[in-house]
Nanobody, 122 residues
Framework: QVQLVESGGGLVQPGGSLRLSCAAS????????MAWYRQAPGKQRELVAA???????NYTDSVKGRFTISRDNAKNTVYLQMNSLKPEDTAVYYC????????????????WGQGTQVTVSS
């Protein structure tokens, strides 16, 4: 019913920038909170940033001031602008939609994208 597709990952030098996008498709009427998570090799998946349907945001401490999450509700798309990237930002980044109201008239929960690799290295 709902698919999330991320794009925008890649290899960047320390101090560089990348912009990730995540487009949701399917029988969607409304999406509540959307978020970006990341998982580095040998580590647990962690929340990077989240945004509500009304635009309220929160960030993990390590990315505050460097990353910005935003969304376009009309396009069912969430973005993550990543500036001043550091080697420790290297991870697979995943998009999440926690609650989706589908056109059939009910909620569905906890959808994930396939992930996009971000590598920060010189």
């Amino acid at each position: 019913q709902v698919q999330l597709v991320e794009s925008g990952g890649g290899l960047v030098q320390p101090g560089g920038s990348l912009r990730l996008s995540c487009a949701a498709s399917g029988s969607i009427f409304r999406i509540n909170a959307m978020a970006w998570y990341r998982q580095a090799p040998g580590k647990q998946r962690e929340l990077v940033a989240a945004i509500t349907s009304g635009g309220n945001t929160n960030y993990t401490d390590s990315v505050k001031g460097r990353f910005t999450i935003s969304r376009d509700n009309a396009k069912n798309t969430v973005y993550l602008q990543m500036n001043s990237l550091k080697p420790e930002d290297t991870a697979v980044y995943y998009c999440n939609a926690d609650r989706v109201f589908v056109v059939a008239g009910f909620w569905v929960y906890d959808y994930w994208g396939q992930g996009t690799q971000v590598t920060v290295s010189s």
